[in-house]
């Protein structure tokens, strides 16, 4: 189980003031005629000539476009990917990814969370001339880690997103905030805040899956 210093219960995703100063830009939004639909080799096309950016689509059809992260950030990144592929392969009920999978969610957009799992038994209900392909599901489980770049409002209402498309549980890691904060996301019940907790726990949609925190929230060099 988790183990707070605090913990607090939200109705709604937090409105407060963003403790990240001077306060992130978020992503550049680039908008797009409604007759303009790229195809999944476009869009491929299109990472493959702008690899500095990293890419996502909105439900509207939009362009997301993000610098890389910082070292810090990656660091981080990869200590949760490789801790959640650990525990999924002694699970093995479910597939673990990292941040450069894409999922083409039920509302249209074209969303790559920084670690994400999904049950092999959903995986097994996509036809195989669609698996080498960007999936069109939903993970079961989705961690974004705030980065440098990142506006906290933007990031919850992704998170809200992939509960609203089929997730079973989120967590946004925001080592940005002083208080190191971690909102829990799970659908049809309110957001959780923890503040500075020492672990994370899966509990029980990742049963026995336990993140420690302590590597997370301190700087990597």
């Known amino acids: 189980?988790?183990?707070?210093?605090?913990?607090?219960?939200?109705?709604?995703?937090?409105?407060?003031?963003?403790?990240?100063?001077?306060?992130?830009?978020?992503?550049?939004v680039l908008r797009l005629p409604p007759a303009v639909k790229f195809t999944e080799e476009q869009f491929l096309e299109l990472c493959g000539l702008n690899d500095e950016l990293r890419i996502e689509?909105?439900?509207r059809g939009e362009l997301e476009l993000m610098a890389p992260t910082f070292n810090n950030t990656s660091n981080r990144n990869i200590r949760i990917s490789a801790r959640l592929q650990i525990w999924a392969e002694t699970d093995d009920s479910g597939l673990?990814?990292?941040?450069?999978?894409?999922?083409?969610?039920p509302n249209g957009a074209l969303r790559s969370p920084d670690?994400?799992?999904?049950?092999?038994?959903?995986l097994a209900e996509i036809p195989e001339t669609e698996r080498?392909?960007?999936?069109?599901?939903?993970?079961?489980?989705v961690v974004e880690l705030r980065s440098e770049s990142d506006r906290l409002r933007d990031i919850q209402a992704k998170m809200e997103e992939y509960l609203a498309n089929g997730a079973r549980l989120g967590w946004l890691i925001d080592p940005l905030d002083p208080r190191h904060r971690v909102y829990i996301y799970r659908p049809g019940v309110d957001v959780e805040v923890l503040e500075a907790?020492?672990?994370l726990s899966g509990e029980p949609e990742l049963p026995g899956f336990v993140l420690e925190m302590q590597r997370i929230w301190e700087q990597p060099i």
């Open 132 to 141: 080498l392909r960007f999936s069109p599901i939903c993970p079961d489980f």
């Open 115 to 122: 670690a994400s799992w999904v049950l092999k038994s959903r």
């Open 197 to 199: 907790p020492e672990t």
């Open 57 to 59: 689509i909105n439900s």
């Open 96 to 105: 673990a990814f990292e941040s450069n999978a894409g999922f083409n969610l």
């Open 1 to 28: 189980m988790a183990t707070p210093r605090a913990k607090l219960r939200q109705d709604t995703p937090p409105v407060e003031t963003d403790p990240a100063t001077p306060e992130p830009f978020g992503p550049i």
